[in-house]
C-alpha cells in the first residue's frame, strides 16, 4: 500500500489509483489500458473516449466518505491528517525479493491479504489476515514485532516471537518464506514527535 495525500487532503493508495477516488465525478474516467491496469484516472488524463476506458460512477465519492464515518484512525493521523512513514521492512529473501514495505505510525497489520498493512503476497504459510503485527510506539520511538492470529511462528533474528519483542536496527524478521530486514526511519536522531513540538510540522 503506498499512501498519498492529494491537492484536497484525501487520502488514497497509489497502488490502486493513479488519481484521487474522492476527487472523482462523472467526467472521470478508469483507463484498463496496459500502463493503468485497475487504476482510476482523473480528468486531465485518458478520458473514456480512449479504447478500454469507462466512466467512473458519480456517487463512488459519497459511498466512500460515508464508509469511512465512525472509524478509528492512527493518532498520527489524528493530528497530522494521514500517516507518516517511520520505517521499512525490506525483503531480501522470499517470493518477493527486493521489495520494501512501509512502516506507518501505528499498529501495522502483516498477512497476505491486500487489506493487511504490509502485505506479503506468493506465501500460502502466512494468514491472510493479521498473521503478525509490527508495531511504533511513538511515545517512546520504539518497534515491536508482535504475534497476532498467524498459524506458523514468525521468528526474529531465529528466536521465535511468542510475545512482543523489540526490534532495532537490521534485525531480521522471519515469516513464512519471506526473510525481511528491519530498518527504521524514526529513532535517536529523528522523531515525527520531535518535530512537532519543534514546530516544524
Not at 476527487?23 to 478500454?52: H, L, R, W, Y
Request: glycine share 10%; aromatic share 10%.
Amino acid at each position: 500500500m503506498a499512501l498519498q495525500e492529494c491537492g484536497n487532503g484525501h487520502i488514497y493508495d497509489t497502488d490502486q489509483y493513479a488519481a484521487c477516488p474522492y476527487c472523482v465525478n462523472a467526467g472521470n474516467s478508469i483507463d484498463f489500458g496496459a500502463s493503468n491496469v485497475g487504476k482510476t484516472v482523473a480528468g486531465n488524463m485518458p478520458q473514456s473516449s480512449e479504447i478500454g476506458a469507462t466512466v467512473a460512477p458519480a456517487s463512488f465519492r459519497n459511498r466512500q466518505e460515508e464508509s469511512n464515518i465512525g472509524k478509528t484512525v492512527g493518532a498520527f493521523q489524528k493530528k497530522m491528517s494521514f500517516e507518516p512513514v517511520v520505517g521499512w521492512l525490506v525483503c531480501v529473501e522470499g517470493p518477493e525479493k527486493g521489495k520494501d514495505y512501509r512502516i506507518f505510525g501505528k499498529n501495522n497489520s502483516i498477512g497476505r491479504g491486500e487489506s493487511s498493512d504490509i502485505c506479503l503476497k506468493g506465501d500460502n504459510s502466512i494468514s491472510r489476515e493479521n498473521h503478525a503485527k509490527l508495531a511504533y510506539d511513538r511515545k517512546h520511538n520504539a518497534f515491536h514485532i508482535i504475534p497476532a492470529d498467524g498459524t506458523n511462528p514468525v521468528y526474529l533474528n531465529d528466536e521465535p516471537v511468542y510475545v512482543p519483542m523489540a526490534l532495532n536496527t537490521y534485525d531480521v524478521i522471519e515469516i513464512g518464506d519471506f526473510k525481511l530486514i528491519f530498518v527504521p526511519f524514526c529513532n535517536d536522531k529523528f522523531a515525527w514527535e520531535n518535530e512537532k513540538k519543534n514546530g516544524n510540522e
